[in-house]
Nanobody
């Protein structure tokens, strides 16, 4: 049974930083691609960043240069360092583990960027 648990969200002022973590259980984390998605109010869930088991990364244009995705396979944990946060980054952030034929999601964590 794979479980993903996000942490590190909260309220931050514009220009501030947060670091999200996604801890995985179930033993298959290290061999699959993992992603961060977010769902802003009134919008559909969309991909923020992804990282393969070998460390190749991709980012949404809106976060390039501000967000950094990383993973520690030994700890079964993925991270999202978010810098220079903007009000439009306000959303629920989800971690995702890509497994062929299926996928796993965390419960989501709120990030609010507001003064």
């Amino acid at each position: 049974q794979v479980q993903l648990v996000e942490s590190g969200g909260g309220l931050v002022q514009p220009g501030g930083s947060l670091r999200l973590s996604c801890a995985a259980s179930g033993g298959i984390f290290s061999i699959h691609t993992t992603n961060w998605y977010h769902r802003a109010p009134g919008k559909q869930r969309e991909l923020v960043a992804g990282i393969t088991m070998l460390g190749s990364t991709n980012y949404a244009d809106s976060v390039k240069g501000r967000f950094t995705i990383s993973r520690d396979n030994a700890k079964n944990t993925m991270y999202l360092q978010m810098n220079s946060l903007k009000p439009e980054d306000t959303a629920v952030y989800f971690c995702n583990l890509v497994v062929p034929g299926t996928g796993y999601w965390g419960q989501g964590i709120q990030v609010t960027v507001s003064s």
